[in-house]
DNA sequence: ATAACAAACGTTATATTATAACATTATATG
DNA sequence: CATATAATGTTATAATATAACGTTTGTTAT
């Protein structure tokens, strides 16, 4: 059993600001919300962001250039990510769907080719919105 | 028959660029590779790429913040997009397979919500790099 | 043709997102 | 302890994208 990851001050205060969102956040937007901890500078966010990607514990939404918590215990690290996103109202929630990650996952294309990881967006209308 | 979109001269401009590339290009290396057509600043390269994204003819690929001519002639006006990302060359290649794009854009969440639109990044090594 | 409207253009300024570089401090490992 | 690695703090700057405003060009209807 792997040990649990330990993370840095900086890394889980950014961490414990994205799992508290309600939607994705931008890394000027983290940053505005812990200048009263200490932290000052884009860098630090953008460090810690960093880290948090590779564990796995959160996600960037790559037509948002904003940041999401993983909800999922079984995304492999980042290697197998999809989203579901509101165009009105800019909620994001991560699509858990194991068929759809195997498909994905064992997809190759025309020459054969696999690939190692996948991001997919799904845009529409929450239920709410709808 | 749908008539041939005519295209501005500035749209035209940006799309022979993207066309003749051989991979993804940045709003401001299509901006440096104009100015000699009078074209001085990022707002006339970004609304004529807005434009095109809109009528199809480019995409925008959204881990890297560049843009690709569309060589699939069904992708839908951009609603249902794929492309494999070489990891080391940064070469990209849009994906055009009926059968992930039906099972993507028929697609639905647990909830049964369907999606109006999906992007699809996958990412590992193209063939030279492997 | 010309009035009215919409689309595209040109330009200046500014906002937003992200990284470089370098010195310092904390943490782990033998 | 000695050394190496990871994390931090800080200043500066690069890269990406949009706001705002006025002008020009192209389309459509009378
Ligand atoms: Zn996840
Ligand atoms: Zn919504
Ligand atoms: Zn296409
Ligand atoms: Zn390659």
Redesign the pocket.
Known sequence: MAQAQ?L????QIVLDIIEKAKGPL????ILFNVQKK???????I???L??LIEMGKIHKIESK??FVACRNSNCEISKATAFSICESCEMVDEIIDVKLSKYLSSFSDKKGTKYKRFNLEFFGLCKKCK
């Open positions: 330990i840095s001050k900086n890394q931008k890394a000027y937007s200490g932290i000052n500078a884009p860098q630090q953008y460090r810690a960093d880290k250039n904003a």
